[in-house]
Nanobody, 115 residues
């Protein structure tokens, strides 16, 4: 049974930073492409960052230069370092494989950026 558990969200002022973590179990973590997604109120869920098994990364234009995705295969964990946060980054953040699997969505972690 696959389980993805996100943590690290919170309330932060614009310009601040947060580091999200996602602990995975039930999958061979090291071989999978992992992604961080977010869903803002009234909007579709979107992929904001992805990391391959070899450590290659890609980012949505809206977060490029501000967010950094990384992974620790020994800990089955993927991270998202978010700097220079903006109010438009407010959303529930989720991790999943890329492409995502419907059955793998967790509860997510809420990130709220105040202006």
């Amino acid at each position: 049974q696959v389980q993805l558990v996100e943590s690290g969200g919170g309330l932060v002022q614009a310009g601040g930073s947060l580091r999200l973590s996602c602990a995975a179990s039930g999958i061979i973590f090291s071989i999978n492409v992992m992604g961080w997604y977010r869903q803002a109120p009234g909007k579709q869920r979107e992929l904001v960052a992805r990391i391959t098994s070899a450590g290659g990364t890609n980012y949505a234009d809206s977060v490029k230069g501000r967010f950094t995705i990384s992974r620790d295969n020994a800990k089955n964990t993927v991270y998202l370092q978010m700097n220079s946060l903006k109010p438009e980054d407010t959303a529930v953040y989720y991790c999943n494989l890329d492409p995502s699997r419907v059955s793998h969505w967790g509860q997510g972690t809420q990130v709220t950026v105040s202006s």
